[in-house]
């Protein structure tokens, strides 16, 4: 059974960091660019973030750029978003994804994704 399984999520006050991961079971993802997708009550999904197979470029949506580090451990098969300054914009539902190709591509379109894990909660407070 093809799995991915976040964790690290947590509550925070706004200024705090958190680690997120995303372990792919399965399957290996190395071959395949994967995000970083999240989720507020009522709101759409929008992407956070991407990387390619290799690590060697990565995506970032304008909103947290300069705060979140996506990054992957191919040999771990392992996924990972550094969360830093964290504000209560950033509450959300955060879910990894794999891409159905590759490459990665800027505009972090959900749709384009095919395999997604359930979901880890992040809660940052003022």
């Known amino acids: 059974q093809v799995l991915l399984v976040e964790s690290g999520g947590g509550s925070v006050q706004a200024g705090g960091s958190l680690r997120l991961s995303c372990a792919a079971r399965?399957?290996?993802?190395?071959?395949?660019?994967m995000g970083w997708f999240r989720q507020a009550p009522g709101k759409e999904r929008q992407g956070v973030a991407a990387?390619?197979?290799?690590?060697?470029?990565?995506y970032y949506a304008d909103s947290v750029k300069g705060r979140f580090t996506i990054s992957r451990d191919n040999a771990k098969n392992t996924l990972y978003l550094q969360m830093n300054s964290l504000e209560p914009e950033d509450t959300a539902m955060y879910f990894c994804?794999?891409?159905?190709?590759?490459?990665?591509?800027?505009?972090?379109?959900?749709?384009?994704?095919?395999?997604w894990g359930q979901g880890t909660q992040v809660t940052v407070s003022s």
């Open positions: 399965g399957y290996t993802s190395s071959g395949n660019c």
């Open positions: 994804a794999s891409r159905r190709f590759p490459s990665c591509s800027y505009r972090l379109q959900a749709d384009e994704y095919y395999i």
């Open positions: 990387i390619s197979p290799g690590g060697g470029i990565t």
